[in-house]
């Protein structure tokens, strides 16, 4: 149980465009999902917190206008880098939490994205 | 500020060497202590939950520990398939009256046959 699924899991754009990804819980409901940005030997970002049907909670110094989340369901979360620059490249995550059962409170992760912007 | 220490950066094992990972923390109204294995280039996966300090848990070779200040992850008898990043991360209150997760930077196991 509690496995995340992140869509795709590579990506390869051109500079300018955008770039959507997407998240889903697959065998939970999760009121909340989070995005983190990995750089190579760094530590997790957080970047926002998406609770569903309200508008996500961005980190201080995340651009809510560049990277737009939406949380349309209870198992779906999507993150949009608009107007892709090459400091975007980066390992998106993707984590979900359970609010009910044995994982209460513990956040469970997808794959991650590899995003390269040439 | 919440932060997270993990140490050492990198260890090196011989299969069968048992060691420990350390991870110390500063927050204020602590909701949660997190294990996350990572393998290269794949998201974290979740191993253990600590909430109060003297919890312990364990599960097969790994077994994770919390006080008041640090956690330790101690592996016994490692094998080279334990071989990963290992992460630890804290849940706090913060200013904003929300739960918020903090990430070390990680420990790099290395276990060699």
């Known amino acids: 149980g509690a496995v995340v699924s992140q869509h795709p899991s590579r990506v390869i754009c051109k500079s300018g465009t955008s770039v959507k990804i997407e998240c889903r819980s697959l065998?939970?409901?999760?009121?909340?999902m989070f995005w983190y940005r990995q750089f190579p030997k760094q530590s997790l970002m957080l970047m926002a917190t998406?609770?569903?049907?309200?508008?996500?909670?961005?980190e201080q110094g995340v651009e809510k206008d560049k990277f737009l989340i939406n949380h349309a369901s209870l198992t779906l979360s999507t993150l949009t880098v608009t107007s892709a620059h090459p400091e975007d490249s980066s390992f998106y995550i993707c984590?979900?939490?359970?609010?009910?059962?044995?994982?209460?409170?513990?956040?469970?992760f997808g794959p991650g994205t590899r995003l390269t912007v040439l | 500020e919440d932060q997270v220490t993990q140490s050492p950066e990198a260890l090196r094992l011989q299969e069968g060497e048992s060691s420990s990972l350390n991870c110390s923390y500063t927050?204020?109204?602590?909701?949660?202590l997190f294990w996350y294995r990572q393998d290269p280039g794949k998201g974290p996966e979740f191993l253990f939950t600590l909430y109060s300090a003297g919890e312990e848990k364990e599960k097969e070779r790994l077994k994770a520990t919390l006080t008041k200040k640090e956690s330790f992850l101690h592996i016994t008898a490692p094998k080279p398939e334990d071989s990963a990043t290992y992460l630890c991360a804290v849940q706090a209150l913060n200013s904003g009256g929300y739960q918020k997760v903090t990430f070390g930077i990680g420990t790099k196991l290395q276990v060699i046959p």
């Open positions: 984590s979900a939490r359970s609010l009910g059962g044995l994982s209460y409170n513990e956040q469970f």
């Open positions: 998406s609770n569903e049907g309200s508008k996500a909670t961005y």
């Open positions: 927050v204020s109204g602590l909701r949660g």
């Open positions: 065998d939970f409901q999760a009121t909340t």
